[in-house]
Each structure stands twice: as C-alpha cells, then as structure tokens.
C-alpha cells in the first residue's frame, strides 16, 4: 500500500515567506530548527530533498 505524505500548511506557509530573502539551503535550515520534516524526513538541510 502506497503512503501519500502531505506537506503541513504551516510548513508551505513558511517557505513561501522565506522564498523573497533565503536560499534553498537557508530555507530547509529553517524549516529544520523548529524540527520540521519534509521531503523523506532527512533531518538535515543537506539531504532535503523538498527544496532541491
């Protein structure tokens, strides 16, 4: 069985902020800190996957 993961609204929201002023880099930093997981859940902006 498939699993379809759904990125949180508070998540998008917060990138789209970042978007104007950070870099992919930056972004998934930041998304990281408040212990955030997107893309595969890679805990570190290295290895997202979602920005890049």
Do not use: F, W, Y
Not at 16 to 25: I, T, V
């Amino acid at each position: 069985m498939s699993v379809i993961r759904k990125t949180p609204a508070q998540v998008v929201s917060l990138i789209n902020d970042l978007l104007e002023s950070a870099n992919r880099q930056q972004i998934a930093g930041r998304i990281n800190e408040p212990g955030h997981r997107i893309g595969a859940a890679n805990p570190s902006p290295e290895e997202c996957h979602a920005l890049g």
